[in-house]
């Protein structure tokens, strides 16, 4: 309880930072409008050439982006910015204020900094999703709607720890800003179903880059695709991956010599 009034406090101080600058907040909004825009006319114009793409219908393919805007929004808001002001605080030595402080480094870290403008794109991204059901014709039912809480809640906690283990490496290495950019750009291709591309690249989207478990297996969820075996690979990649990182946290810690040092 106390963390959750914590992480309370860190967004009523993402709110007041978007507050000061109203225009620059509008403007996000309009990003992403943008952004959804431009996904769903790329899927306009493939299944304008096609039936089906991967076996996926149209309407599948809407919720699977639904998912990806949704999860791209927790990054975005809670994820990303947390690890991006973690670096910058390991490269100053300004984490001497993080760790003096009488609650865990690592959960102070990963809600360091929420930027709130980007819960836009999980309301949009719940409303595609909503809108995809509705053309499927299908009513969320609860062994579906337990199914995609669990693998949105597994995907969420791969990423985050695969966020914290990249970040983590900043202890070794002062600037390591150029890996995140890289996994930005790998998780463009959460577009798109991870079984429609080659074998190796599937291989390296869910082995070395888990973007598949981060949105092709929630969408696979939701729209009754999912397997009990892929359930639970993404359950024990997710306690796994947190412990990893967990344990890669602390040696790095270990490492830091800051301003006080």
């Known amino acids: 309880m106390n963390y959750l009034r ?15 600058y109203r225009a620059n907040f509008y403007i996000q909004c309009l990003q992403s409008l943008m952004s959804l825009g431009i996904g769903l006319a790329g899927i306009a114009v493939v299944f304008a050439h096609t039936p089906a793409l991967g076996g996926w219908q149209p309407a599948e393919l809407v919720a699977l982006l639904g998912v990806y805007q949704l999860m791209g929004g927790l990054i975005g808001a809670l994820i990303q910015p947390s690890m991006e002001r973690f ?6 030595g300004t984490l001497d204020f993080t760790l003096t402080k009488p609650a865990d480094a690592q959960v102070l ?29 299908m009513a969320l039912g609860a062994s579906q709607a337990l199914g995609f809480g669990l693998t949105l809640l597994a995907g969420a906690a ?52 888990p973007v598949a478990f981060a949105v092709t297996v929630p969408a696979e969820a939701v729209v009754g ?10 359950f024990g990649l997710a306690l796994g991956l947190l412990g990893g990182s967990r ?7 270990k490492r830091y010599s800051g301003a006080s040092a």
Not at 119 to 134: K, R
Not at 180 to 209: D, K, N, S
Request: glycine letters at 10%; proline letters at 2%; charged letters at 15%.
């Open 247 to 253: 344990w890669f946290w602390r040696c790095g810690v």
């Open 6 to 20: 914590l992480f309370w406090v860190f967004v009523r101080l993402g709110v007041l930072n978007e507050l000061a």
């Open 109 to 137: 870290v990963s809600m360091g900094e929420v930027r709130v403008w980007k819960l836009v794109d999980v309301g949009l991204g719940l409303t595609v999703l909503a809108a995809a059901l509705l053309q499927l014709g």
């Open 225 to 234: 695709r999912l397997s009990r075996e892929m359930l639970g690979l993404a």
């Open 158 to 209: 791969i990423v985050y720890s695969f966020w914290l283990i990249l970040a983590t490496l900043s202890f070794w290495f002062v600037r390591v800003e150029n890996i995140l950019i890289i996994f930005q750009g790998v998780y463009e291709a959460g577009r798109w179903p991870v079984g429609m591309y080659p074998r190796w690249l599937q291989v390296g989207l869910t082995a070395l880059v």
């Open 87 to 92: 670096m910058e605080d390991v490269r100053r």
